[in-house]
């Protein structure tokens, strides 16, 4: 997938400002829109003249399209960072739920396909909903927490300049809390025309990379190591789980990728998630005489072959 440079396609620099923006994508439209213009590529090039004013027109897709940075080229293969927009709050639903357009490959990675979210008529009488992604830490999931966050809604200043502001909020993280999962805070959103309500603010909990565990719904996956002669013979070993280390026992004659299961040791629910041991045998290293000696007299006692199923 390729980088999308918006500001290199309207003809502008990263500051440009908000009327700067429209006067560009005017421009642009009256040379490449298909009916007028005799460009030979004006339907490919117009096309990505709106996709770029589709961003660069709304201040929450242009943050959140700015804290990429300008370390990137046209062309150049693209992969967006892991959680890049956490922490940014944006009007209307999560980009996931907008309805679809005829952008490219880029932008439905970003903002989830379309032009923005529309919300039904019987919403419009209250102000409108806001959405954030936020981080939270594993073990919040597993004994709930009150927890600080910070949010940065974006919008454009009376210069016509993108900034953002931040404000802070103390959110009550429940015990059980799933990957992508929706917190709402009541009239936490727009305010509404007039006297009418305020919109909600919805927070899309997302976990924190872990040290030691991988999260699959109310799952988690930790690897646990293995001496050769542990998995050969069987063994009690100790594992960590986020409760507390455990014993558990290694079956004789596992092999790296073998599954273990504990019941119940993953995310707290209804029912509540497990926790899979998957088997890693660490070989060690021949970094002595002595320890050269002993791979020598195992290879010369057991004879064993580990491509025997290869048939070589």
Request: glycine share 10%; proline share 8%; net charge neutral.
């Amino acid at each position: 997938m390729e980088f999308k440079d918006y500001y290199k396609i309207l003809g502008l620099e990263r500051t440009a400002s908000d009327g700067e923006i429209k006067r560009a994508y005017r421009k642009l439209a009256r040379k490449y829109h298909p009916d007028v213009s005799k460009e030979p590529d004006a339907a490919e090039r117009m096309k990505e003249v709106n996709e770029a004013h589709e961003v660069l027109k709304d201040p929450q897709k242009r943050a959140a399209y700015e804290r990429l940075g300008s370390g990137f080229q046209a062309d150049q293969e693209f992969h967006p960072p892991p959680d890049w927009d956490a922490g940014f709050e944006f009007r209307g639903a999560s980009f996931g739920e907008a309805f679809g357009a005829d952008f490219s490959d880029f932008f439905t990675t970003l903002f989830g396909g379309g032009a923005g979210a529309r919300r039904s008529d019987a919403f419009r009488a209250r102000g409108e909903d806001h959405h954030a992604e936020v981080l939270i830490d594993l073990e919040d999931a597993f004994c709930g927490a009150s927890r600080t966050v910070t949010l940065r809604p974006p919008e454009v200043d009376k210069q016509g300049q993108l900034v953002t502001r931040e404000r802070t909020l103390q959110v009550q993280i429940p015990k059980g809390v799933r990957e992508g999962q929706l917190i709402r805070l009541a009239g936490q959103g727009s305010p509404g025309p007039e006297a009418s309500p305020a919109g909600d603010l919805y927070l899309e909990i997302h976990f924190k990379p872990h040290l030691l565990y991988r999260v699959d719904g109310r799952d988690l996956y930790l690897t646990l190591p293995l001496a050769p002669w542990e998995a050969a013979l069987g063994a009690a070993v100790k594992a960590p789980t986020p409760s507390g280390a455990v014993e558990v026992k290694v079956p004789p004659g596992s092999q790296s990728g073998r599954r273990l299961r504990l019941k119940g040791r993953g995310i707290p629910g209804a029912p509540p998630g497990d926790l899979y041991l998957v088997l890693e045998v660490v070989v060690p290293a021949a970094d002595s005489e002595r320890a050269k000696q002993l791979y020598q007299t195992l290879a010369r006692e057991l004879a064993f072959n580990p491509r025997r199923t290869l048939g070589v």
